[in-house]
């Protein structure tokens, strides 16, 4: 629905457009954004930096081992994939971002807002906006096969 293994390939790009130099890649990620992980590894393939996953677990999610991690390994950039408790935890991973100085790329405005350098991802209040503009029209007789997909 979120299209987070599309989108994320596609900040992979535009990570890689704002940054040209970069030649070290370190991605965060839980165990639940599989799918995503392989689709940045899919584009690497014609980008061709040098990745290095940073796997957080439950149950103590250690972002700052991840951090000591990524800057031991001279990483140039951050590229965090979507997770519930990724999302939660965005105040910290963008201030772990900002004293590590690694410039960062996440999927939702909330992490920008929360310190992060750039976001490409769904904008949810648009999102939920046209639901209930459909919930209306079906709830007004519209057939839902008749409707416009946006």
Request: proline share 6%; charged share 25%; hydrophobic share 45%.
């Amino acid at each position: 629905m979120f299209l987070h293994r599309e989108l994320t390939a596609k900040r992979l790009e535009l990570l890689k457009e704002m940054l040209p130099t970069v030649k070290r890649l370190s991605v965060l990620s839980d165990p639940s954004a599989t799918e995503q992980l392989g689709a940045v590894e899919a584009a690497n393939k014609s980008i061709g930096l040098t990745l290095q996953r940073l796997q957080v677990r439950d149950p103590s999610y250690d972002f700052e081992g991840a951090f000591r991690i990524a800057t031991r390994s001279r990483t140039e950039a951050l590229l965090v994939l979507t997770a519930p408790v990724i999302f939660r935890e965005r105040s910290e991973i963008a201030q772990l971002a900002l004293k590590n100085r690694l410039p960062t790329s996440f999927a939702h405005r909330k992490h920008v807002e929360a310190g992060g350098l750039m976001s490409y991802g769904p904008h949810f209040p648009d999102m939920w906006r046209l639901a209930a503009t459909y919930v209306d029209k079906i709830a007004k007789g519209a057939k839902p096969a008749d409707l416009p997909l946006e």
